[in-house]
């Protein structure tokens, strides 16, 4: 059973910044894609971020295009969203999510492996 592991969510003011890891001990992961998912209360899971296996492809949502980056480093197993000028919409538990077929998908179906998610709370 393939684990994730997502940490690094909390509270922040809009304006600040925050960093969230997932890390798994399954070293096969380095060759998946690795997501960012959100949801918010009542709202469905929305995606947030891809990265390929390798780094070389990366997507984001258009919500967060030029304040979110993803990466990895694949030499310690771990994903990073690295989160700045958030806004109070950006509220949400954040999940994240492996996909062995790396197809880059933006539909949480397409995500077999799945994080319990952290949560992200941005105050006005």
């Known amino acids: 059973q393939v684990q994730l592991v997502e940490t690094g969510g909390g509270l922040v003011q809009a304006g600040g910044s925050l960093r969230l890891s997932c890390t798994t001990s399954?070293?096969?992961?380095?060759?998946?894609?690795m997501a960012w998912f959100r949801q918010a209360p009542g709202k469905e899971r929305e995606f947030v971020a891809v990265?390929?296996?390798?780094?070389?492809?990366?997507f984001y949502a258009l919500s967060v295009r030029g304040r979110f980056t993803i990466s990895r480093d694949n030499a310690k197993n771990t994903v990073f969203l690295q989160m700045n000028n958030l806004k109070p919409e950006d509220t949400a538990v954040y999940y994240c999510?492996?996909?062995?077929?790396?197809?880059?998908?933006?539909?949480?179906?397409?995500?077999?492996?799945w994080g319990q998610g952290t949560q992200v709370t941005v105050s006005s």
């Open positions: 990265i390929k296996w390798n780094g070389a492809d990366i």
């Open positions: 399954e070293r096969t992961l380095n060759t998946y894609a």
């Open positions: 999510a492996a996909d062995p077929s790396n197809s880059l998908g933006l539909r949480p179906s397409m995500y077999p492996f």
